[in-house]
């Protein structure tokens, strides 16, 4: 286990190589902000506070451009003014910072034995750290656990330590994460959430990741003037 200081993409933006030559295996679940998401928060208003706790150097023009980029929900109920906020956490501070690292370990790896490989976790409720249910469960699984998909993410896990691949012997149905490949795992079916293992496209929103990136808030160097369309990022050496 490592512990690290700072947001993934402020240390990639200020020249730090993140494990160079070492295999990675990042993952984040579908909702990992709603665990994070003040219920109490309801209005634009709410959002700065909150925002100004999470990033202190935030200033007005960047809480400006997340308010217009995660417009008010058209309904004023609790659970899609919730939903709203979880999004823009989730993007934040879990799902993006797993792109940078990804991103980052892309640029810095110069070894053979460096694959990437990248993972989302969908089956409900997908909340942050529901995944551990599946990465410890006991055999026959508790509460409701699918014992096929549990058995595929210990197996995955287990081979990627001892052999820097998920996949199982002679099978490739897991590949690496490259610039060319940019598909992970989804362990649960990302449109309904049922307990089998899809192999595509990413579920994420790489412009919501540079939007935050381009802010500033990570050690990015935003072009003032050009808001959110043009930034420029240190490329690590």
């Not at 947001?7 to 295999?23: D, E, F, N």
């Not at 990804?102 to 034995?113: F, V, W």
């Not at 595509?200 to 990570?218: A, I, N, P, T």
Request: a negative charge; proline letters at 5%; glycine letters at 6%.
């Amino acid at each position: 286990m490592s512990f690290e200081s700072k947001y993934a993409a402020q240390q990639a933006s200020q020249g730090r190589k993140v494990h160079t030559g070492l295999p990675m295996l990042f993952g984040h679940t579908k909702s990992d902000g709603l665990l994070f998401t003040p219920p109490w928060a309801r209005s634009d208003d709410d959002v700065r506070a909150h925002l100004r706790t999470l990033f202190p150097n935030i200033t007005k023009s960047a809480l400006d451009q997340v308010i217009d980029e995660y417009a008010a929900p058209s309904s004023s109920s609790a659970r899609a003014n919730v939903d709203r906020f979880a999004t823009l956490l989730d993007d934040a501070t879990i799902r993006c910072n797993s792109h940078y690292l990804a991103e980052a370990s892309l640029a810095s790896n110069t070894r053979i034995y460096h694959s990437v490989f990248k993972y989302e976790f969908n089956v409900p409720p997908a909340t942050h750290g529901a995944d551990l249910s599946y990465t410890y469960a006991s055999h026959p699984p508790q509460n409701g656990v699918d014992e096929k998909l549990a058995l595929f993410t210990q197996d995955a896990l287990v081979d990627f330590i001892r052999y820097v691949d998920p996949n199982p012997e002679d099978v490739d149905t897991w590949r690496a994460y490259t610039k060319d490949n940019r598909k992970a795992m989804n362990l649960g079916d990302p449109k309904d959430g049922s307990a089998k293992t899809v192999y595509g496209d990413e579920q994420l929103d790489v412009e919501k990741c540079e939007f935050w990136r381009g802010l500033g808030l990570f050690g990015g160097k935003s072009e003032e003037g050009f808001g959110r369309n043009r930034f420029v990022v240190q490329e690590l050496k």
